[in-house]
């Protein structure tokens, strides 16, 4: 990897300093040239093969199949093959060694969501006559979380609508609300180039949703503590605007944009504002109420007019299941499919797909009740106390620093050595955090996982080992750091993505 990490330097040293634009011409120019494109793609190989050898683990170690078996194969052998996989992969999450990605994971908690998903098994919203239950799911699950997230405030405006679906997660509900405004405003202010306004932190949902739907994403930066720039976004503004986005938080720094002011400003053009708080939706209420400072950033604000909250994270519901919620059912109307002379019959969906897995629905509505309002508040104290220790002990380590002033999503940097060969030690010791970039850094997802005992202390037991590792070795090169550290640097963001289009390849070979 060395030569390639060689070459990558001298490419960012020279052009450091151009445009964005200027750059992807250049890179475009440099494509066609055959030399070029060669060495490309050797060094994109030699990333690939290894970034293979981590996500193919279980090759060579169980059958592969690449066609249907000419018999079919015994359950009892399918199960027992599934639950062996199953206990490699549980051990590392269940002790809490990951950023994220499961957020409740009590035994008794995972025991009820498979009950409850083996008695829906059957069921499809789409057939809505054939399971009601599954409707009856749905609309309840939306209630509930309007209500949470400021639904029965009035603000000297009368009673509030707000209105909503369930999703698959909250990459879909983004991609749905965005789709509202586009159709919206074309319809109602006859805008034929929509643009949204998002902090350069957003999700990159927006950025699926801009390419999607022929949206101009026009990105802000952020200042010095990672919260949108309400100037620069005041600026953005043109006569195409029809949506502002503000993050509460935001997935790489955890800090919440200033969505008072940006969603005032957001009301007094008439522009939609939409609040993504797919992460901190089932949180920041519960923190509010145990009195950390929580800025204003749901319903309560008349400006904001959507908003996205996952179930599947800190709703405890199992994986598949957000809600995109509106102020009216007006604009929810924009985001539905409907067509009225298909051959087929009447034909309406309220999301992107069609027949849904409506076991998930009823998994997430069994959670929610099973939580229920102490339950949240209580995982809320758990999880916000563990990040406040994590975060002093991290701030006795002279050689990283915390970026902004973070609830429970802590993202860390250093001055003084490479944040990725850090982020590479600690994986070498179990642990699974993730990678970020401008600037970079790596961030820990406080889950209930790491409240459990003396997970914490081990965190940051790891992490100074790992420092102290990375200060022995600064010139190590060895597993997914150099790839990090390649992404963050290289100024030809096209090459980048070429490699994460390579990387999804690899998922997909058998």
């Given at each position: 990897m ?6 990558m330097q001298f ?8 445009s964005?634009r200027?750059l992807?011409?250049?890179?475009r120019?440099l494509?066609?040239?055959?030399a ?5 793609e ?6 690939m ?12 170690e ?5 066609r ?7 359950h ?12 490699k992969?549980?051990a590392?999450w269940?002790?809490?060694f ?12 995972i025991?009820?969501?498979n009950q ?15 399971w009601p239950?599954?409707?009856k799911?749905?609309?309840?699950i939306?209630?509930?979380t309007a209500?949470m ?12 609508e ?5 999703s698959?997660g909250?990459t879909?509900s ?6 509202a ?5 074309r ?7 929509p643009?949204?306004?998002a902090?350069?932190?957003?999700h ?13 994403l026009?990105k802000?930066p ?8 309400v ?6 503004i ?18 919440i944009?200033p ?7 957001a009301r007094?053009?008439?522009?939609g504002?939409h609040?993504d ?6 949180i920041?209420p519960?923190a509010?109420q ?11 604000l ?8 996952d179930t599947?994270?800190?709703g405890?519901?199992a ?6 919620l ?6 929810r ?6 067509t009225s002379?298909?051959?087929?019959g009447?034909y ?5 797909a ?6 998930l ?9 099973a939580?229920?309002k102490?339950?949240?508040l ?5 999880i916000l ?5 994590i975060k002093?002990q991290m701030e006795?380590i002279?050689?990283?620093f ?6 429970w ?8 050595l490479?944040?990725?060969?850090i ?20 961030h820990?997802?406080?889950?209930l996982?790491?409240t459990q005992p ?10 100074k080992s790992?420092v102290?590792t990375a ?10 750091a ?9 100024p030809f963001?096209?090459?980048?993505s070429?490699?994460?289009k ?6 997909y070979?058998v």
């Amino acid at each position: 990897m060395s030569g390639h990490m060689d070459w990558m330097q001298f490419i960012t040293r020279k052009l450091g300093w151009v445009s964005p634009r200027m750059l992807a011409w250049i890179e475009r120019k440099l494509k066609r040239v055959p030399a070029v494109r060669r060495r490309i793609e050797r060094e994109s190989a030699a990333m690939m093969e290894e970034m293979e050898a981590s996500v193919k683990p279980y090759r060579g170690e169980v059958a592969s199949y690449a066609r249907i078996p000419e018999a079919g194969c015994s359950h009892i052998a399918i199960l027992a093959e599934m639950d062996a996989l199953r206990e490699k992969e549980e051990a590392r999450w269940k002790e809490g060694f990951v950023s994220g990605a499961v957020y409740h994971g009590d035994r008794e908690h995972i025991e009820l969501m498979n009950q409850v998903y083996a008695i829906h098994s059957q069921s499809n919203p789409l057939h809505a006559d054939i399971w009601p239950s599954t409707t009856k799911y749905e609309a309840e699950i939306v209630a509930m979380t309007a209500e949470m997230l400021g639904g029965n405030e009035t603000n000297g405006e009368g009673e509030q609508e707000i209105c909503g679906v369930v999703s698959s997660g909250g990459t879909e509900s983004i991609l749905l609300a965005m789709k509202a405004y586009r159709d919206w405003s074309r319809e109602a202010k006859g805008i034929r180039k929509p643009e949204m306004i998002a902090p350069t932190t957003a999700h990159a949902a927006f950025e699926k949703a801009a390419e999607y739907f022929n949206i101009r994403l026009i990105k802000v930066p952020v200042d010095k503590e990672f919260r949108a720039d309400v100037r620069a976004t005041r600026k953005a503004i043109t006569h195409n605007t029809v949506v502002m986005v503000g993050s509460a938080p935001s997935f790489p720094h955890g800090v919440i944009d200033p969505i008072q002011e940006l969603s005032e400003i957001a009301r007094s053009k008439g522009i939609g504002f939409h609040t993504d708080a797919c992460l901190g939706g089932f949180i920041l209420p519960w923190a509010k109420q145990l009195g950390y400072p929580v800025p204003e950033f749901d319903f309560g604000l008349p400006g904001v007019t959507s908003m996205s909250a996952d179930t599947h994270k800190y709703g405890y519901a199992a994986k598949g299941t957000s809600v995109v919620l509106y102020r009216d059912e007006e604009l929810r109307h924009y985001q539905y499919f409907a067509t009225s002379d298909w051959p087929g019959g009447l034909y309406c969906s309220p999301t992107f797909a069609g027949s849904r897995p409506g076991a998930l629905s009823a998994a997430c509505w069994a959670a929610m009740l099973a939580v229920g309002k102490q339950g949240y508040l209580e995982a809320a104290r758990k999880i916000l106390e563990t990040a406040a220790w994590i975060k002093g002990q991290m701030e006795a380590i002279p050689e990283v620093f915390i970026l902004g002033d973070p609830l429970w999503v802590i993202a860390f940097g250093s001055k003084s050595l490479d944040i990725f060969q850090i982020m590479e030690a600690m994986g070498k010791k179990g642990w699974a955090l993730n990678g970020l970039f401008s600037p970079p850094a790596v961030h820990l997802c406080i889950t209930l996982r790491h409240t459990q005992p003396g997970v914490a202390e081990r965190f940051i037991e790891d992490l100074k080992s790992a420092v102290e590792t990375a200060k022995s070795n600064p010139s190590s090169t060895g597993g997914l750091a150099p790839v990090y550290g390649m992404a963050a640097t290289m100024p030809f963001r096209g090459m980048v993505s070429d490699m994460l289009k390579r990387y999804l390849d690899v998922l997909y070979k058998v």
